[in-house]
T-cell receptor, first 116, second 113 residues
Framework: DTEVTQTPKHLVMGMTNKKSLKCEQH?????MYWYKQKAKKPPELMFV???????INESVPSRFSPECPNSSLLNLHLHALQPEDSALYLC???????????????FGPGTRLTVT | AQSVTQLGSHVSVSEGALVLLRCNYS??????LFWYVQYPNQGLQLLLK??????LVKGINGFEAEFKKSETSFHLTKPSAHMSDAAEYFC???????????FGKGTRLSVIA
């Protein structure tokens, strides 16, 4: 099974709402990622977790709060978002490389977020 | 810093024609290179990856790419385009095993019947 699942597929939220995005993988991967993708642009890295610990935060505003409760789950908590945060949010996972190995990232289908 | 440049934001080919999508990398060390495809309203799917084992890499859906160090290129090709190949294609590079992927700007492939 090489599947990364994301829920919900679509989300519409107001600027005062609190919502969460969920990502799950059962491939035993110890690295998980959140990306933001605007239309006609490549994905932009937001956060990286390795062994359930936050290892990279690409200067993302605090209205985005990631959480990795266990090795299979990754959440992104959203609060007080702005309309410009509307985008496709992609989750990915990969094996954590030891030594010279390089592993590919597997991506989920994404959550299409609209902030009104 | 590592980066990739994709030449051509939009490529249009006829069905059955050769597909060539260009990617050049900038790296001071041997790079790890990937091609991903994204169909409308979907996530990214790995087509193939180069990790120095072989310069000609075969991927899924009939795609392949050749690593040319002298040209710092990793172009993606397919001998005969299908309508189903219409999508956005991203070239990406990783400096080492655990560094984040760095994506190119993407190339949209259109296939004309």
């Amino acid at each position: 099974d090489t599947e990364v699942t994301q829920t919900p597929k679509h989300l519409v939220m107001g600027m005062t709402n609190k919502k969460s995005l969920k990502c799950e993988q059962h491939m035993g991967h110890r690295a998980m990622y959140w990306y933001k993708q605007k239309a006609k642009k490549p994905p932009e890295l937001m956060f990286v977790y390795s062994y359930e610990k936050l290892s990279i935060n690409e200067s993302v505003p605090s209205r985005f709060s990631p959480e990795c409760p266990n090795s299979s789950l990754l959440n992104l908590h959203l609060h007080a978002l702005q309309p410009e945060d509307s985008a496709l949010y992609l989750c990915a996972s990969s094996q954590w490389a030891e030594g010279a190995m390089v592993y590919e990232q597997y991506f989920g289908p994404g959550t299409r977020l609209t902030v009104t | 810093a590592q980066s990739v440049t994709q030449l051509g934001s939009h490529v249009s080919v006829s069905e059955g024609a050769l597909v060539l999508l260009r990617c050049n990398y900038s790296s001071s060390v041997p790079p790890y290179l990937f091609w991903y495809v994204q169909y409308p309203n979907q996530g990214l799917q790995l087509l193939l990856k180069y990790t120095s084992a072989a310069t000609l890499v075969k991927g899924i859906n009939g795609f392949e790419a050749e690593f040319k160090k002298s040209e710092t290129s990793f172009h993606l090709t397919k001998p005969s385009a299908h309508m189903s190949d219409a999508a956005e294609y991203f070239c990406a590079v990783r400096h080492s095993g655990n560094t984040p992927l760095v994506f190119g700007k993407g190339t949209r492939l259109s296939v004309i019947a």
